[in-house]
């Protein structure tokens, strides 16, 4: 006597169904197409979708064909991409060199290059760096017609990135430090009226008095939002937009 094994019916998948999580769910339904019928019933999803993702359920006003596993699939898939640390940078701090250049109307103040990995790293894992200046000018405390300049250079000389290039009235007070910030433009993948929502900050300190012979030059990438410097990977994902070619440019 031959046994024959039946699929339950409808009913009780349904009924079964609402007992099962999202995950457990979906792969029931790859089980048969009866199963797949039924595992994939409104019914089932929309509570689901509701209690996950209830901004979704409303896309049902425009389009009351999608199913809400559909609805609930493309918001899964979307708040994992949000959730997704970003991949770490092609370039690195050992790629680039930092070239600075203050100057008077009449005269160089500060002119300076240094590899980016030759500086102290900041313990924090901050885009900011300090820049020791032995040899200063004597020059009174302010100074009208200061050009400020900050390029960073893809070693070979592969690339330069301008971060700064600004030109105002400069205090040089002993002690107390110049600062001079630029906003930053947005990437290429971007349009330039949106922004990048970063600032690229140097700031000038002298040590002696009347100007002294010494001093720091401090640079760094601030963020509009929150105001504070950001990590040295999320600078250099940057940074190789505008220094690491393409495939389409190589």
């Given at each position: 006597?031959?046994?024959?094994?039946?699929?339950?019916?409808?009913?009780?998948?349904?009924?079964?169904?609402?007992?099962?999580?999202?995950?457990?769910?979906?792969?029931?339904?790859?089980?048969?197409?009866?199963?797949?019928?039924?595992?994939?019933?409104?019914?089932?999803?929309?509570p689901i979708c509701s209690a996950h993702?209830?901004?979704?359920?409303?896309?049902?006003?425009?389009?009351?064909?999608?199913?809400?596993r559909r609805l609930f699939s493309i918001?899964?898939?979307?708040?994992?991409?949000?959730?997704?640390?970003?991949?770490?940078?092609?370039?690195?701090?050992?790629?680039?060199?930092?070239?600075?250049?203050?100057?008077?109307?009449?005269?160089?103040?500060?002119?300076?290059?240094?590899?980016?990995?030759?500086?102290?790293?900041?313990?924090?894992?901050?885009?900011?760096?300090?820049?020791?200046?032995?040899?200063?000018?004597?020059?009174?405390?302010?100074?009208?017609?200061?050009?400020?300049?900050?390029?960073?250079?893809?070693?070979?000389?592969?690339?330069?990135?301008?971060?700064?290039?600004?030109?105002?009235?400069?205090?040089?007070?002993?002690?107390?430090?110049?600062?001079?910030?630029?906003?930053?433009?947005?990437?290429?993948?971007?349009?330039?009226?949106?922004?990048?929502?970063?600032?690229?900050?140097?700031?000038?300190?002298?040590?002696?008095?009347?100007?002294?012979?010494?001093?720091?030059?401090?640079?760094?990438?601030?963020?509009?939002?929150?105001?504070?410097?950001?990590?040295?990977?999320?600078?250099?994902?940057?940074?190789?937009?505008?220094?690491?070619?393409?495939?389409?440019?190589?």
């Amino acid at each position: 006597m031959k046994s024959c094994i039946c699929s339950p019916p409808w009913e009780v998948l349904l009924r079964v169904g609402t007992y099962l999580d999202p995950k457990t769910l979906a792969i029931s339904s790859c089980v048969s197409r009866s199963w797949s019928i039924s595992m994939s019933s409104d019914h089932l999803w929309k509570p689901i979708c509701s209690a996950h993702y209830p901004s979704l359920c409303n896309l049902r006003a425009a389009d009351p064909t999608v199913p809400y596993r559909r609805l609930f699939s493309i918001g899964y898939i979307s708040l994992k991409r949000r959730l997704r640390s970003p991949s770490k940078p092609r370039l690195s701090l050992d790629d680039v060199v930092f070239a600075i250049d203050v100057r008077s109307r009449d005269s160089s103040i500060v002119t300076v290059a240094k590899p980016a990995c030759d500086l102290l790293p900041d313990p924090k894992g901050l885009f900011r760096f300090d820049i020791d200046v032995c040899e200063l000018p004597r020059m009174a405390k302010v100074l009208d017609g200061v050009m400020v300049m900050w390029n960073v250079v893809l070693k070979g000389w592969q690339g330069v990135f301008s971060m700064m290039e600004c030109k105002g009235k400069g205090s040089f007070v002993p002690g107390v430090e110049g600062w001079f910030s630029s906003e930053l433009p947005a990437p290429g993948c971007c349009s330039w009226r949106a922004g990048s929502g970063l600032v690229a900050d140097l700031r000038l300190g002298f040590c002696g008095a009347d100007g002294g012979r010494g001093g720091k030059v401090g640079v760094g990438v601030l963020s509009v939002v929150s105001w504070r410097y950001v990590t040295v990977d999320d600078a250099l994902r940057y940074l190789q937009h505008f220094l690491s070619p393409s495939r389409d440019e190589s």
